[in-house]
């Protein structure tokens, strides 16, 4: 029986082609991006072997500085957001609405759903100024504020992307974390109720350390999602005005496909890499035995 | 469990005659009802604006207040955004490269699992590890090699290199939750199925496939919003305006006529919007669910 279990011909049928494609296609890029590190050039013009000048380069270059800033900035806040909004809305589920929460989870998940390009283009429309005030403008003047032209400025574009974010991903922080809620015995509940803990008390002391696992790898799988923020930020406003919203992502891209620089391109990646590298580290170590049981 | 919970509460107000407690529940369920009222209101206005903006004109964009209705319900903004927009074309591409992805994400990864958490050979621990490694390596890190190598093999006139980067970079997560699932079948089931001479490729097709069944729909479900809704690699790999996807031509639309065309923009992204709608009406206790248990992908 251990035979047929450890048949090295099934192994290579069932395993072989998968292995054979991951290595080619993730394994082998990933090597030759962190070789790429050490030179300056592209395929076309030739590589210069650099040794460690793009790391001092990374650390001098302000656009760089700038969008490191950026991203980290991007990242703490819209995860802090994410957070806090989500958990608002599990506890609303659990504790409020009960059982008749499916519809409202089932509405505030859905955009989460929806592709980034679709969501950013409709943003801006819902935030336009000028002749074609959007709703949000129009909301403003109606009350008798004057219309923001949010766009012409870092600050308004990133307070857009923020709420759009924010609108498209609370849902499915909140299901996340809605999961750990329910898990918390009832009769752990029932009785931190007998002895007079309600409302905001129940919470911060019982509720609160029971879900602090699922709340943690929440946390950790949030920050790693924003650190490598994209598309929104491209289809919002094209990373500007004048860079001012560009992240370490587009950076990357830019130097790679608008500047043909292969080598700071990949440094640019491998920074981002070490910075996901380390919050996913956390994510195992706290978010394995979760997930593995679901 | 509510009888349980509302007990002291009503205990507590025994005394108080039974319509004004009634009056009072009332009342204080009120600002929660508001709080979740304005809350659909703050998710659905948005789309519902968007919808009713594809039935615009230009005039209207610009002459109307923004929450005017719509004077008619006319489709030549979705007919311009369908052909003239090319988004028709761009629908198919994505079809054309999220199929064949997803069905050998599935193949490979399934198989790969299968191989590594119900066989018993040396290193197996290994090669998991490797593979569930990958979740943490972002696109950016893998972008480059491979767009040389997809230039130098030709292969950038075709939607391939999406098929093919697609198809790894699912993998991953793919293997991770596939073995995790098979983790979860009693090993006796395949050792039965040994000791009765079935040989391991059998009981994969003939047993843990079908037990899957379930599994595979979920990791289906979450792979395929990650590779519709991509636009790193996308954008990347397609240097022909025939080759964009939804959403590299999506971003490239309001490009494409100089000034904005409102309409055809607004029916273009409602079309996209719509599309997933239809979807998320028959699948979102799936979707849902799936999406929590993938949130280990980074």
């Known amino acids: 029986m251990q035979s047929v279990l450890g048949d090295k011909k099934a192994i290579l049928i069932l395993l072989g082609p998968a292995l054979l494609v991951y290595t080619l296609v993730k394994l082998v890029p990933v090597f030759w991006s962190l070789g790429l590190t050490f030179y300056t050039g592209n395929p076309l013009s030739g590589f210069d072997f650099v040794g460690l000048d793009n790391f001092s380069r990374f650390a001098e270059d302000p656009q760089a500085r700038s969008a490191l800033w950026f991203t980290l900035k991007y990242a703490f806040v819209l995860s802090a957001g994410q957070i806090v909004l989500g958990y608002a809305l599990a506890l609303l589920y659990v504790f409020v609405l009960r059982r008749a929460s499916t519809f409202v989870r089932t509405v505030v998940f859905f955009p989460t759903v929806l592709p980034t390009v679709a969501v950013a283009l409709l943003f801006n429309s819902l935030f336009a100024t000028g002749q074609r005030d959007g709703p949000v403008n129009s909301g403003l003047e109606s009350v008798g504020l004057s219309a923001v032209d949010w766009f012409s400025t870092g600050t308004g574009t990133f307070v857009v992307a923020i709420v759009m974010e924010l609108w498209r991903s609370m849902g499915f922080y909140a299901v996340l974390l809605y999961a750990g809620l329910v898990d918390i015995p009832e009769e752990t509940l029932e009785s931190a109720r007998l002895e007079g803990a309600t409302g905001w008390r129940l919470v911060r002391h019982v509720v609160l350390p029971l879900s602090l696992p699922v709340l943690l790898s929440s946390v950790i799988f949030s920050v790693n999602n924003t650190l490598k923020v994209f598309d929104t930020l491209l289809a919002l406003n094209n990373g500007g005005p004048g860079g001012e919203t560009t992240p370490l ?46 | 469990m509510a009888t349980l919970t509302e007990a002291p509460a009503r205990a507590a107000h025994a005394r108080t005659p039974a319509p004004r407690r009634r009056a009072g529940r009332t009342l204080r369920k009120l600002p929660v009802r508001i709080l979740v009222g304005l809350l659909v209101v703050v998710e659905l206005y948005p789309l519902v604006w968007l919808v009713l903006g594809s039935f615009k004109t230009q005039d209207e964009f610009f002459s109307k207040p923004t929450w005017a209705l ?18 028709g074309r761009n629908v198919l591409n994505s079809v054309l490269v999220t199929v064949p992805s997803l069905a050998f994400m599935i193949l490979l990864g399934v198989a790969a699992a299968f191989a590594l958490e119900v066989m018993v050979w040396k290193g197996r621990g290994t090669v998991l ?18 767009f040389t190598v997809y230039f130098q093999a030709g292969l950038t006139n075709t939607l391939w290199p999406l098929i093919i980067t697609y198809t790894v970079m699912g993998l991953p997560l793919t293997v991770f939750l596939m073995a995790a699932y098979l983790r979860a079948i009693p090993r006796e089931i395949f050792e039965s199925a040994a000791v009765d001479g079935a040989g391991m490729l059998r009981s994969f097709f003939r047993i843990a496939v079908p037990m899957m069944r379930n599994a595979i ?26 080759l964009a996807t939804v959403q590299v031509g999506l971003l490239q639309f309001s490009d494409e006529y100089g000034s904005t065309q409102y309409g055809p923009l607004f029916a273009a992204i409602s079309i996209n919007v719509l599309g997933i709608l239809v979807l998320y009406l028959f699948l979102n206790r799936q979707i849902m669910a799936g999406l929590a248990a993938g949130s280990v992908k980074g």
Request: charged fraction near 15%.
């Open chain 1, 249 to 294: 992502t587009l950076y990357m891209y830019r130097t790679v496909f608008n500047y043909a620089d292969y080598g700071y391109g990949s440094t640019i990646a491998f920074v981002l890499t070490v910075m996901c590298l380390l919050v996913t580290l956390m994510v195992f170590r706290s978010a394995r035995r979760d997930i593995t049981r679901a």
């Open chain 2, 70 to 87: 719509p004077e008619g319900f006319n489709f030549d903004n979705y007919t311009e955004a369908w052909s003239g927009g090319g988004l």
């Open chain 2, 129 to 146: 590890l490797a593979f569930v490694a990958g979740i943490m390596i972002p696109g950016q890190m893998i972008l480059v090699p491979l």
């Open chain 2, 217 to 242: 729909v979920t990791i289906a479900l979450v792979e395929f919003f990650s590779v519709w809704n991509d636009l790193l690699i996308a954008l990347t790999f397609t240097t022909r305006d025939e």
